[in-house]
């Protein structure tokens, strides 16, 4: 076969097949272009909705997944529709192909686990930068996240990296708002209204201290005498304060309710132990020798 047959293929070849290459990669930077913008306004509409710098970072992270996943699909179905205008078979591509996948699917499993546990939390915005949680049996505050890995510390200053597919159970403690659960046990000699109303006199004093006001929601909700414990009862009530700061407020309570319950002679007890020497038969109880040594 001459040069000038080969080039009457070559020319039929380009004005037939060649244009349908040129066509489609044109097809694909559009399709690209869209997906890009997509989303974009994805992003945008969702992040009109919710004015809150974390929840914005939350949706552009899957923004630039979702523009990730677009963009792979379509140049591999680009790549597929030229290799078959090259006249290359693309069946046995496709099934190499998923032997490969399969065998990379079975020896990663705990890495596409974490994927889209990590896609899910995300997208259901259950934890933010800056919440405390308690996940996989570890606490603390959440350092970073993304989708394979969610990066903890906690009180200690220990680091914890937990995979997000070992997440069942998320505890967000700094969820919108906190709360402090106080468990306040006071003698049973005492006036339980008498207890209730201080409660709510030293939570006044805080809502009103400047350094406290702008931390604390609402006024304390007391929920009532909760118990009649061995040496003391027990009086329940919670605060509820802006997120994390529920512990600054809950400790400070504290101090200022025991200096208080000092101020008006309300007794904070002790355990109590009461001896009982038993009685025979005759109903007589033994003696009880005791002996005072000076020091």
Same mark, same amino acid.
């Given at each position: 076969?001459?040069?000038?047959?080969?080039?009457?293929?070559?020319?039929?070849?380009?004005?037939?097949? #060649?244009?349908?290459?040129?066509?489609?990669?044109?097809?694909?930077?559009?399709?690209?272009?869209?997906?890009?913008?997509?989303?974009?306004?994805?992003?945008?509409?969702?992040?009109?909705?919710?004015?809150?710098?974390?929840?914005?970072?939350?949706?552009?992270?899957?923004?630039?997944?979702?523009?990730?996943?677009?963009?792979?699909?379509?140049?591999?179905?680009?790549?597929?529709?030229?290799?078959?205008?090259?006249?290359?078979?693309?069946?046995?591509?496709?099934?190499?192909?998923?032997?490969?996948?399969?065998?990379?699917?079975?020896?990663?499993?705990?890495?596409?686990?974490?994927? &889209?546990?990590?896609?899910? &939390?995300?997208?259901?915005?259950?934890?933010?930068?800056?919440?405390?949680?308690?996940?996989?049996?570890?606490?603390?505050?959440?350092?970073?996240?993304?989708?394979?890995?969610?990066?903890?510390?906690?009180?200690?200053?220990?680091?914890?990296?937990?995979?997000?597919?070992?997440?069942?159970?998320?505890?967000?403690?700094?969820?919108?708002?906190?709360?402090?659960?106080?468990?306040? #046990?006071?003698?049973?000699?005492?006036?339980?209204?008498?207890?209730?109303?201080? &409660?709510?006199?030293?939570?006044?004093?805080?809502?009103?201290?400047?350094?406290?006001?702008?931390?604390?929601?609402?006024?304390?909700?007391?929920?009532?005498?909760?118990?009649?414990?061995?040496?003391?009862?027990? &009086?329940?009530?919670?605060?509820?304060?802006?997120?994390?700061?529920?512990?600054?407020?809950?400790?400070?309570?504290?101090?200022?309710?025991?200096?208080?319950?000092?101020?008006?002679?309300?007794?904070?007890?002790?355990?109590?132990?009461?001896?009982?020497? #038993?009685?025979?038969?005759?109903?007589?109880?033994?003696?009880?020798?005791?002996?005072?040594?000076?020091?």
């Amino acid at each position: 076969m001459d040069i000038n047959t080969y080039l009457q293929k070559l020319i039929s070849w380009s004005l037939t097949n #060649g244009l349908q290459i040129v066509f489609t990669l044109i097809l694909t930077l559009v399709a690209l272009k869209a997906a890009k913008m997509l989303s974009i306004r994805l992003i945008t509409v969702v992040i009109r909705k919710k004015e809150d710098p974390e929840f914005q970072k939350r949706t552009q992270t899957l923004g630039s997944i979702l523009k990730y996943v677009l963009s792979i699909v379509i140049i591999i179905m680009a790549s597929m529709m030229v290799l078959k205008k090259f006249g290359i078979e693309i069946g046995p591509i496709l099934a190499a192909a998923g032997i490969v996948g399969l065998a990379v699917g079975f020896g990663a499993q705990s890495l596409v686990k974490d994927v &889209i546990s990590g896609f899910f &939390i995300l997208l259901e915005d259950q934890i933010r930068v800056g919440d405390v949680v308690q996940i996989a049996g570890k606490g603390g505050l959440v350092e970073k996240i993304n989708l394979k890995t969610t990066i903890l510390r906690d009180l200690a200053g220990n680091v914890h990296y937990v995979p997000n597919g070992q997440i069942d159970v998320v505890t967000n403690m700094t969820k919108d708002y906190s709360r402090y659960v106080f468990d306040i #046990g006071v003698a049973y000699r005492e006036d339980v209204d008498e207890v209730i109303e201080v &409660i709510k006199e030293v939570d006044e004093e805080m809502r009103n201290d400047p350094a406290y006001k702008d931390d604390i929601l609402e006024p304390i909700e007391i929920l009532g005498l909760d118990q009649f414990a061995d040496s003391a009862i027990i &009086i329940r009530a919670r605060t509820t304060t802006i997120p994390i700061k529920q512990w600054r407020v809950g400790r400070e309570f504290n101090r200022r309710l025991k200096k208080r319950f000092d101020e008006r002679d309300i007794e904070i007890p002790f355990p109590h132990v009461t001896l009982y020497m #038993g009685q025979d038969k005759q109903g007589q109880a033994p003696p009880l020798h005791v002996v005072k040594e000076s020091k």
